[in-house]
């Protein structure tokens, strides 16, 4: 029989700038796409999952300044807080990619040689409004004031009149090649909305891109004029091929680039959308398949910030919540792509309500009642009524629906197909009372713990992308063996067996009690 090699799949979140500490909107973007890596790997892909820091720029330079450090061990100590924090959120990545490493200088030094031998780039002078903050350029009529009449980037950052000689990409010969791979391709940018928003950019014009300064020395050096420094954006979007070994084009990036997703905040849109595509596409590469550009997360109302000293760390937030449960919120609270507000209120809600009171406890009351009354072993199944083949049947299924909408990065609402068949599981579990079938009608009663057992199997099973580490040990306490959990084991061919002996069983979501001092007594 030929062997077919799985379809590949490439997902990267952008590389995090090292001038400052991570917090929860960083979070956010990894677990979306250690989500989606997860997902994709049970569903039977070879993926490779890419994060990594943004080490190179203005912004990091005058941070290292501030504290008296060279740039370098600056970056050393944050990219390590990068790395800690992927490993605390329990996120699968591949690689983990640093701008400074020489891999990824040679692959942007190999793109501009690929770009200028393609008649791209040109040296000119450039002169205009800088933002060190946003590491990025604005026109005039762009600017807003400030209170003390001081002239502001339209994100409120303060802008810098620079003057400079620095290579020029040729952005304005790319409108129409840009506007026509969109419209070729209406799933390169999600949701819509910002599919949208970047169009009629484009369709407005587009203004060729300075891509080299002068004025800072901590980048990476241009090929031929090492007076030059690449401008940080085609320096950090390379990274995305610096990882798949570019400018080697035979292996790795035959393998992933054709499928690469990009998951981006709303902030770097433009970067990803507009600037990222035209690059590849002087270099002869194809744009990437898909970028989805979510939504932007606030703090009890209000937006985060250094100097509000409302910013979330992570750490704390898994600390206090547990790790899945806060993966589970994230994921769960908003439609992806909106924006949305972080409250104590909201979790705990979450926490208790639906992974305690709903998921959590429907494991605990089949397996708890197994363990008790049974001696822990599962019972073997009686004849079927059509409700149990019901539910089997619904939670087989469920993958269907869970899978469409992961595919469109729709996370809230796979979770709502999963909690479909929870709220049903309950509502059956509810009805077949088991523990009243004990002494009325022990075979009957054995079948429908069975059943429970063979729901739990299946929502642990789906639930490992969001939650892995509790669906793993909801699928621990079934005996479910670790080659069986992907979904090619849904549906009865690889049901449990009855007569097994299982695991004494735990609670997986405990219930989230705030403590006296957080009431505030
Ligand atoms: O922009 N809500 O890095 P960065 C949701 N180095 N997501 C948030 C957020 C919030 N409040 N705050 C940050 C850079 N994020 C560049 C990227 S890629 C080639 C270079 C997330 O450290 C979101 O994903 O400022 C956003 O796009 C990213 O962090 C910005 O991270």
New binding site residues.
């Given amino acids: 029989m030929p062997v077919t090699e799985p379809e590949t799949f490439y997902i990267t979140?952008?590389?995090?700038?090292?001038?400052?500490k991570p917090?929860?909107?960083?979070a956010?973007?990894t677990i979306a796409c250690d989500v989606i890596a997860r997902f994709k790997r049970l569903d039977g892909y070879n993926v490779k999952f890419l994060t990594g820091?943004?080490e190179h720029g203005q912004k990091i330079a005058k941070a290292a300044q501030e504290q008296g450090i060279d740039p370098i061990a600056l970056c050393e100590r944050n990219s390590q807080t990068f790395r800690e924090l992927a490993a605390t959120l329990n996120i699968s990545n591949d690689d983990f990619i640093r701008t400074t490493e020489p891999r990824h200088i040679a692959a942007c030094q190999a793109l501009w040689i690929e770009l200028e031998k393609n008649g791209h780039i040109y040296l000119s002078k450039y002169a205009g409004w800088y933002a060190v903050r946003d590491?990025a350029f604005y026109n005039e009529g762009e600017l807003t004031k400030g209170p003390k009449g001081e002239k502001l980037a339209p994100t409120g950052a303060p802008v810098d009149w620079v003057e400079e000689e620095s290579y020029f990409f040729k952005l304005s010969a790319f409108q129409d090649k840009l506007l026509a791979m969109y419209d070729a391709n209406p799933e390169v940018i999600g949701p819509k909305s910002r599919f949208n928003e970047v169009r009629s950019f484009v369709k407005g014009g587009l203004r060729d891109l300075s891509i080299s300064r002068t004025t800072f020395s901590w980048g990476v050096p241009v090929p031929g004029n090492e007076k030059h420094v690449m401008y940080?954006?085609i320096d950090?979007?390379t990274?995305?091929i610096a990882a798949l070994s570019y400018p080697d084009t035979t292996k790795d990036f035959a393998a992933y680039w054709p499928n690469a997703m990009?998951?981006?905040?709303?902030?770097?849109i433009r970067?990803?959308c507009v600037y990222?595509p035209a690059f590849l596409m002087a270099a002869k590469l194809a744009p990437p398949k898909r970028v989805f550009?979510?939504?932007?997360?606030?703090v009890e109302g209000q937006?985060?910030s250094k100097s509000l000293g409302n910013t979330i760390d992570p750490n704390t937030l898994v600390g206090k919540y547990g790790l899945d449960q806060v993966r589970y919120f994230l994921m769960r609270e908003i439609p992806f792509g909106n924006?949305g507000d972080f409250s104590e209120a909201a979790i705990s809600g979450r926490i208790n309500g639906e992974l305690a009171n709903e998921l959590g406890n429907l494991a605990q009351r089949g397996l708890g009642f197994i363990s008790k009354n049974l001696g822990g072993v599962l019972p073997g199944p009686g004849p079927y009524m059509p409700e149990d083949i019901d539910i089997l049947k619904t939670c087989a299924d469920a993958i269907a629906p869970v899978r469409i909408a992961l595919n469109a990065q729709a996370f809230d609402k796979a979770l709502d197909a999963i909690w479909v068949q929870v709220r049903a599981a309950n509502g059956y579990v509810d009805k077949q009372a088991p523990w009243a079938l004990k002494k009325t009608d022990p075979a009957r009663m054995n079948t429908v713990l069975y059943v429970m057992a063979e729901i739990v199997r299946h929502l642990g099973i789906l639930m490992q992308p969001f939650v892995p580490i509790s669906a793993n040990k909801m699928l621990d306490q079934l005996g479910v063996a670790a080659g069986a959990r992907s979904f090619a084991h849904l549906g009865p061919a690889h049901a449990l067996k009855g007569g097994s002996l299982l695991p004494p069983p735990s609670p997986v979501f405990p219930r989230w009690v705030p403590h006296v001092t957080e009431k505030g007594a």
């Fill in positions: 979140t952008p590389i995090y700038y090292v001038n400052d917090h929860i909107g960083h956010y973007t820091t943004d590491e940080v954006w950090a979007l990274n995305y990009h998951m981006v905040g709303k902030d770097i970067f990803h990222w550009a979510h939504g932007w997360w606030t937006k985060m924006d």
